[in-house]
């Protein structure tokens, strides 16, 4: 199992951009393939974006298509997350997963989870 750590979440006003990081601590980063998720209030998790081993592949839900860009820098065993144009239905808690083999949009499928950082959009 890899621990996660997320941060750059934070308050911002429509419109507006953040940055996410996802710092993993395991050695073998580059082999897991990474995602993004969300949490509303009284929502069930949704993905957001995932990427591949080598960050060649990247998959976007439709709500985020356009205006969020995932990366991932596999020397640092760092996933990004950069969120442009953000709306206040964006507003929910952000959270990393990882798996050592699944390539789909399933959260149950992710095997290791980050804690989670809030992300508020304002109107």
């Known amino acids: 199992q890899v621990q996660l750590v997320e941060s750059g979440g934070g308050l911002v006003q429509a419109g507006g951009s953040l940055r996410l990081s996802c710092a993993a601590s395991t050695r073998t980063f580059s082999t897991y393939v990474m995602g993004w998720f969300r949490q509303a209030p009284g929502k069930e998790r949704e993905f957001v974006a995932r990427?591949?081993?080598?960050?060649?592949?990247?998959y976007y839900a439709d709500s985020v298509k356009g205006r969020f860009t995932i990366s991932r820098d596999n020397a640092k065993k760092t996933m990004y997350l950069q969120m442009n144009s953000l709306k206040p239905e964006d507003t929910a808690v952000y959270y990393c997963?990882?798996?050592?083999?699944?390539?789909?949009?399933?959260?149950?499928?992710?095997?290791?989870w980050g804690q989670g950082t809030q992300v508020t959009v304002s109107s």
């Open positions: 997963a990882a798996s050592s083999s699944y390539s789909g949009t399933d959260p149950n499928r992710f095997g290791s």
């Open positions: 990427i591949s081993w080598t960050g060649s592949i990247t």
